[in-house]
């Protein structure tokens, strides 16, 4: 392989941190307890460890320790919110609004919901990807369970009015369930302040190990639990922890707190380099999405006339995407794209590119210079 190549793919999953492998490893060695083991140190030698991240996650999140349940990451997560609080509140109503944007992890889970009797409300957004408020104000119902509604989109980056969604959510009684996998660690989250009564997190998406992640259940919501077994993580999620995983998560939301103002900065720095010198070299280069608010590290970029697929195989060093890492291994075009409404010939030729922590200003201009001459090629061999 290609030892000059260049990630820039940090919405599919991003480096592990070596300060976090390093505080994860102890704990694939000597300090392998079961943290529910009660009746010696090398339980609770586990049991410290894991209560330690559970402040850490809280932390970043503005919750409790109390309030986050661990699991094997955010679709595990996002399944057990809402398969848990639809069994929970079925005697309250039986409809769901969500938005056409979401992953499939939270689409998939409301359709199957939607399978089992429950009504579905599916809002399209705006043309920038942002959701309009007054349709929200009218998709609730005096029925209405549940809103689900991302923070931050994985594939164009575009942030949510998370702050204004919670207010009108609490106002007509309905829950707020958030899927802050992209945006946990990047930009500031707090439950508290958003309203956020149900929220998806995943620790490979901040630099933690892949496998582990959590739901934050506000206090006093009920989640009827998804697998029956041992009783741990208060009751609603069995299972041994993975207790080097969530020491991982909890060191990357720590460093993730430290970081996140100094490293969003930097990364809004790049992204403007390399579009400025993507857009001053090219034609007909349109960012897909609202410009702002956008994830630092987000671009979603058509380059007019030329396929996804055939440039992404003319750089095969810089790894990107078409879309979502789950809809580039299938041929169709991106959800997320159709919904904003634009043309097929925009959504084929739609790169999605992801700065992250490991990305430097060389490896954003030999991208951009590559980028440029592929397209250069690309078009000529059509134009002939
Ligand atoms: C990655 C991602 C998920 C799934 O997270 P896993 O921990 O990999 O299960 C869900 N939602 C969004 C927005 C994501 O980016």
């Known amino acids: ?52 991240a559970r402040k850490a996650v809280a932390a970043l999140a503005g919750a409790t320790p109390r309030e986050i349940v661990f699991t094997s990451g955010a679709t595990e997560s996002i399944n057990l919110a809402l398969k848990g609080a ?16 979401e992953h499939h992890a939270v689409l998939d889970t409301v359709r199957w919901l939607g399978r089992r009797g429950w009504r579905v409300t599916e809002l399209r957004p705006r043309p920038d990807g942002l959701l309009d408020l007054a349709d929200l104000e009218s998709a609730i119902l005096p029925e209405t369970v549940l809103v689900a509604v991302m923070h931050a989109n994985n594939e164009i980056g575009v942030v949510q009015p998370v702050r204004e ?10 829950l707020f369930f958030c899927d802050a996998a992209q945006a946990f660690g990047k930009i500031p989250i707090d439950v508290s302040r958003d309203g956020i009564d149900l929220m998806a997190l995943s620790a490979h998406k901040l630099y933690g190990p892949k496998g582990t992640g959590a739901l934050y259940v506000r206090r006093g919501i009920r989640v009827s639990p998804q697998m029956e077994g041992g009783g741990h993580e208060f009751g609603l999620r069995s299972g041994t922890l993975n207790v080097p995983g969530i020491v991982g998560f909890g060191d990357a939301c720590g460093i993730a707190a430290r970081e996140m103002e100094p490293e969003g900065r930097r990364l809004r720095e790049l992204r403007r ?14 960012v897909n999405g609202a410009p702002e ?28 995407s078409t879309g979502s890492a789950c809809s580039s291994a299938t041929p169709e075009p991106s959800h997320v794209l159709k919904s904003l409404g634009l043309p097929d010939s925009r959504i084929r030729s739609a790169i999605r590119i ?26 000529g061999l059509q134009a002939a």
Not at 86 to 101: F, I, K, P
Not at 274 to 282: F, G, I, K, R, V
């Open 1 to 52: 392989m290609d030892t000059n190549r260049i990630y820039l793919d940090h919405h599919a999953t991003t480096p592990l941190d070596p300060r976090v492998l390093d505080s994860m490893l102890p704990f694939f060695g000597a300090r392998f307890g079961n943290a529910a083991s009660r009746s010696h140190s090398f339980g609770w030698e586990a049991e410290k460890a894991v209560e330690a």
């Open 86 to 101: 639809a069994e929970a509140y079925r005697s309250q109503g039986d409809h769901l609004v969500t938005m056409a944007t």
């Open 165 to 174: 969604i919670g207010a009108v959510c609490r106002r007509k009684g309905a």
């Open 273 to 286: 380099r390399l579009l400025s010198h993507l857009q001053s070299e090219l034609p007909g280069v349109e």
């Open 293 to 320: 608010p956008r994830l630092p590290g987000n671009l979603n970029l058509s380059f007019d006339g030329v396929s996804a697929e055939s440039l992404m195989m003319a750089v095969p060093e810089i790894a990107l």
């Open 354 to 379: 992801g700065l992250g922590r490991g990305n430097t200003e060389e490896e954003i201009d030999r991208a951009a210079t590559r980028l440029v001459a592929a397209v250069r090629k690309l078009r």
